[in-house]
């Protein structure tokens, strides 16, 4: 009687091989992350002191007022990292809200570089890419990313509410 000894075979063998190759290196690839700090941002309106004036604006958070970090693995190369708003219960379409980095923030990679999104950008209710991060060969970690908000659209045309609205952040692949 002949047994088969079906690991034994050079297909199989050479397919198992790879099984457990793409296994491994699936523990090797991770995907790009971002976390979000920051604290909550109450715009300071002064009242209107004199008939038939308007508020002024736009009002502006403090320069690093959102931080995030960053990261993008080597196999990974570059993502995007967009913005949009969402009503926190209500918001007034009136209102514009902005977002703009105002730095580079702290990294270790010489070959990895921030583009984009020094100019501030409307934020809407789908993404808006606000910039790009490169790396070349290495893991691209960035950290304390400062962020800037803005408000502009306020007006006495707007009726008298406590509006609220949470700016959220994804990375992605390019």
Avoid at 21 to 30: A, P, V
Avoid at 50 to 72: F, R
């Amino acid at each position: 009687m002949k047994s088969k000894i079906y690991f034994t075979q050079p297909r199989l063998i050479t397919k198992y091989i790879y099984l457990v190759i793409l296994l491994l290196s699936s523990y090797l690839i991770k995907a790009q992350t971002l976390s979000v700090n920051g604290t909550s941002w109450a715009v300071p309106i002064l009242s209107i002191t004199e008939a038939g004036s308007d508020y002024s604006g736009p009002y502006q958070s403090a320069v690093n007022q959102i931080l995030l970090t960053a990261s993008i693995p080597v196999l990974l190369g570059s993502a995007k990292v967009s913005v949009h708003y969402q009503a926190n219960p209500t918001w007034n379409n009136s209102l514009l809200l902005s977002t703009r980095r105002t730095g580079n923030g702290t990294t270790v990679c010489l070959l990895c570089s921030i583009t984009g999104g020094t100019n501030y950008q409307t934020l809407t209710l789908t993404d808006v890419e606000l910039f790009r991060i490169t790396a070349v060969a290495a893991l691209a970690a960035y950290s304390n990313i400062p962020i800037q908000l803005q408000l502009s659209g306020v007006s006495v045309t707007i009726p008298a509410a406590a509006y609220n609205s949470r700016a959220v952040f994804t990375i992605s692949a390019l």
